[in-house]
């Protein structure tokens, strides 16, 4: 049994929970949109063909905020393809992943979707193939309310009022080798810079996402990011950090390094943005848009990726997820959290089959991958600011990260509810961990009002369409509140969620 601490004070605040950090990703990709989203015919799906199994699915996730169309798909993609009566609607290759994309589901359809699954649209332009005035396009179709050809063209297609779509990127991953367009640093932040000046003028207010480098591990990581900003600072309000987990030899204790390692990423992207910002003697700060994080190795190479001809709704990157990607996934929700002075929006990629957090079957059921239970339990309990978490634990040697600690954590206050959230990941393999909490500036008389763990004997345990819930979460038996605190005893890899509320707040949900 190893012992650790964690100090939070209730004025001792990161920052406020910006919801939109508990974010997906819908991109045009295998199965994630065709027999995820949307399947006329199944049984479940509602008139539109949209499956009501995946909506109830994305509304217990607690998703907030979903980007789309993509991903690599959008640097290829013709937004006017996806819109207007089906039959009419063009069949292309899909240059990105090889396959056949039938644009029986496009801009109308995904904001449809957002409407019923009750998340907010974060929508891409594409700047690969494309440029500045097909963006411009996009956003009238989507923003303008009407009396011009291609609002008028929303409207024809059924939607009177216009979409309202606020937050936008500008491309996707444009640094890449493998993206279809790439530029350099220097090319693309002047056009996001053109394009950013262009959109504002149809919608004013915007929230304009830049595209920083792809992985951090790309040799041109940190010079993109300072060039690009040097081209579109004044034009942009965010950044985006994408940032995939791997363990590719098969080492749980390397594997969660890789939670360090993101913060250290988003750290790192932040201080750059802000010696951007010196250098122009600038007091803005750019915001952080984690827009693609996940575990993704297993299913990343080969068949999983690319499929000889160009297949309909192949299967591809369908990673499963076991029961340590959910623990990595947990490790990575307090790092978002605890770094909410700067990330404003994340997205996991992705929502659905397609390095998913929920499974299809065509024609059949969905269920939960175990990556869902951590983000969803998050979701639902993060609420108000986010408390710095001050931890006293052992630390152990790691290649990714030289000191990781055996606890990590987070924590939230809601001060109109007065409930006080805490997330602990236990690193530690094969110790159980006595962890005690002190809650400072609190009312003492915290009561503990939900507890849960979630914990397997197999690192490998996975979520499959007949055992889909070998992973899930379990209510805690260990936990203990009192004298101004808790006492928790965390088994060994496992992750856990604690909520306290003062007596005298507890009518006040
Ligand atoms: O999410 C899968 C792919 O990963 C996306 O299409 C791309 O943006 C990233 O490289």
């Not at 039938?102 to 449809?112: C, K, L, R, V």
């Not at 605190?485 to 707040?505: D, E, H, I």
Request: glycine letters at 8%; a neutral charge; aromatic letters at 8%.
């Amino acid at each position: 049994m190893i012992r650790t601490r964690l100090t939070l004070d209730r004025d001792f605040v990161i920052g406020e929970l910006d919801r939109r950090i508990f974010g997906a990703f819908v991109e045009h990709l295998g199965r994630c949109v065709y027999t995820g989203l949307y399947e006329p015919g199944h049984p479940d799906a509602d008139a539109q063909g949209l499956r009501r199994d995946v909506l109830a699915l994305t509304r217990e996730l607690g998703a907030t905020i979903v980007r789309y169309p993509g991903g690599n798909f959008l640097s290829g993609y013709r937004w006017e393809d996806g819109v207007g009566p089906r039959a009419q609607r063009p069949v292309r290759l899909d240059l990105a992943w090889h396959s056949t994309e039938s644009n029986q589901f496009g801009t109308d359809e995904f904001i449809a979707w957002c409407r019923a699954a009750s998340v907010e649209p974060m929508m891409a332009v594409n700047l690969g193939t494309r440029g500045a005035d097909d963006a411009r396009g996009l956003i009238e179709y989507c923003n303008h309310p009407g009396g011009t050809a291609l609002s008028d063209q929303r409207r024809r297609h059924g939607s009177e009022a216009p979409h309202g779509v606020r937050s936008w990127c500008l491309g996707n991953e444009m640094d890449a080798p493998w993206q279809i367009g790439q530029k350099t640093a220097a090319e693309y932040g002047r056009l996001a810079r053109d394009t950013a000046q262009l959109l504002r003028r149809v919608s004013p207010h915007l929230q304009l996402t830049a595209c920083g480098s792809s992985n951090r591990d790309l040799p041109t990581f940190g010079a993109w990011e300072y060039e690009v900003l040097e081209q579109c600072f004044d034009d942009v309000d965010l950044l985006s950090v994408h940032a995939y987990f791997e363990n590719p030899h098969a080492d749980t204790w390397e594997f969660l390094g890789n939670i360090d390692r993101m913060d250290m990423h988003i750290r790192e992207v932040a201080a750059i943005a802000d010696a951007v910002a010196a250098r122009r003697h600038s007091r803005k700060r750019i915001m952080l848009a984690v827009d693609e994080w996940n575990i993704w190795y297993k299913a990343r190479h080969g068949a999983h990726a690319h499929q000889p001809g160009w297949p309909r709704t192949p299967r591809l990157i369908e990673e499963v997820y076991n029961f340590e990607d959910a623990l990595a996934a947990g490790g990575a929700l307090s790092v978002l959290m605890n770094n909410a002075d700067r990330v404003r929006v994340a997205c996991l990629a992705q929502l659905v089959n397609a390095i998913g957090a929920i499974r299809t079957e065509p024609g059949g059921p969905a269920w939960r991958q175990t990556i869902f239970h951590p983000f969803a339990l998050a979701a639902r309990h993060a609420r108000g600011q986010v408390l710095r978490p001050v931890i006293d634990s052992p630390t152990r040697y790691g290649v990714l990260h030289p000191e990781m600690a055996y606890l990590v954590a987070s924590a939230t206050h809601d001060p109109a509810s007065g409930r006080t959230a805490i997330f602990a990941l236990n690193r530690h393999l094969s110790e159980a961990q006595e962890l005690q909490v002190e809650l400072r500036g609190m009312d003492p008389r915290q009561q503990l009002i939900d507890a849960h763990e979630l914990f397997h004997l197999d690192m490998n345990a996975a979520n499959t369409v007949h055992a889909p819930d070998t992973v899930a979460p379990r209510p805690h038996r260990e936990v203990r509140a009192g004298d101004g605190g808790l006492r928790a005893r965390l088994k060994p890899g496992s992750w856990n969620v604690f909520v306290l509320q003062a007596p005298s707040s507890a009518m006040n949900p």
